[in-house]
């Protein structure tokens, strides 16, 4: 018999401990027979300063992603989600293939991470070859997440770091900071805006600034989840959360 709530399909989701926005997002966005089962990679919310304190919080993250897999397997989960972008990203589209596999190995589950699903949100818009993006991170995170989109065929036109001062600290942007960020990334030479970051509350203004922007905005915890649930066969629209979610762009 299948679970109860999950009877169509049960999302592990691994997400690091400071993060306080991609579960409620993931919640507000799964349609009925879905369920979320996250599992926390547990990190100190150090101050970040500079380069070298985030290159520490990666490490940091990277202890800990392997137990937190283990962890949720024992609810016996059909798919696993990384509900965590800067790693995704790091080392370009080789090394994030990389890690994608090795998760996929540890768990004996199909994976869905942050960089295949944004590359994936992208592809639906048809020719997007100029993007702006939008990140929490610092230069030396930026500069991953830049190669990994121009390793996969797009320029990157300006890119806005907004240099969290600590991973808990991601999620107080406001939204009138990240309103504020869209618009200095955008311009005519701007196909499309992608914000990464789980940690960041962007997924229904996204939506919104469609709209007022008039092109593609895409919010990486859409992007992950909608790519999670196309993945497994789920084509259920979900308002207020930009056209990939309400439309379920293939």
Partial sequence: ???????????????PSTN?????????????????HFSRV????????????FLQ???NIRAGID?????????APDHLVMGMSSETFWGGVKTSAELRDRMERRSGLA??????????????????????????????GD?????????????VVR?????AKSPMLISHVTGDHLREALIEVDGPDVDAIIQVGTNLSMARLAGEAERWLKKPVIAINTAIYWYALRSNGIHDGVEGFGSRLENFLE
């Fill in 1 to 15: 018999m299948p679970d109860a709530l999950g009877w169509c399909k049960k999302f592990a989701v691994i997400a």
């Fill in 67 to 75: 137990d937190a897999v283990d962890r949720v397997l024992t609810c």
């Fill in 111 to 140: 994976v869905t991470m942050g960089s295949d699903a944004s590359a994936a949100a992208l592809r639906c818009y048809g020719d997007i070859k100029r993007i702006g993006v939008v990140t929490p991170y610092w230069p030396s």
């Fill in 143 to 155: 500069e991953m997440v830049r190669r990994y989109f121009e390793e996969s065929g797009l320029e």
């Fill in 159 to 163: 890119l806005k770091g907004l240099k």
């Fill in 20 to 36: 306080t926005i991609v579960q409620p997002d993931f919640d507000d966005m799964r349609p009925p027979g879905v369920t979320n």
């Fill in 42 to 53: 547990s990190i100190p919310d150090d101050p970040v300063e500079s380069d070298e304190d």
């Fill in 57 to 59: 919080l990666m490490e």
